[in-house]
């Protein structure tokens, strides 16, 4: 059975790009290049999955808005 997941990609401060899956707590990785990053979090998916098995109804994805304050 195929499941869809939300996966959210940042660059961090060395350049590194960093995937991050919210519906499966303490999924992530990092790579240099998109192509490694998605080949990753496909294996730490399938990893996260097989320990602790799928997650209950996923939240729907509704976006990603920045929002700025005063720091």
Same mark, same amino acid.
């Given at each position: 059975?195929? *499941? $869809? /997941?939300? &996966?959210?990609?940042?660059? =961090?401060?060395? %350049?590194?790009? &960093?995937?991050?899956?919210?519906?499966?707590?303490?999924?992530?990785?990092?790579?240099?290049?998109? =192509? !490694?990053?998605?080949? *990753?979090?496909?294996? !730490?998916?399938?990893?996260?999955? $097989? $320990?602790? %098995?799928?997650? %209950? =109804?996923?939240? $729907? /994805?509704? %976006? @990603?808005?920045?929002? !700025? @304050?005063?720091?």
């Amino acid at each position: 059975m195929k *499941r $869809e /997941f939300n &996966v959210i990609i940042e660059k =961090d401060s060395m %350049g590194y790009l &960093v995937a991050t899956v919210p519906q499966l707590p303490g999924c992530h990785t990092q790579a240099k290049t998109l =192509d !490694a990053l998605l080949s *990753r979090i496909k294996e !730490a998916m399938e990893l996260c999955v $097989e $320990e602790y %098995g799928l997650p %209950g =109804d996923p939240n $729907e /994805f509704m %976006g @990603i808005q920045k929002v !700025a @304050i005063e720091a």
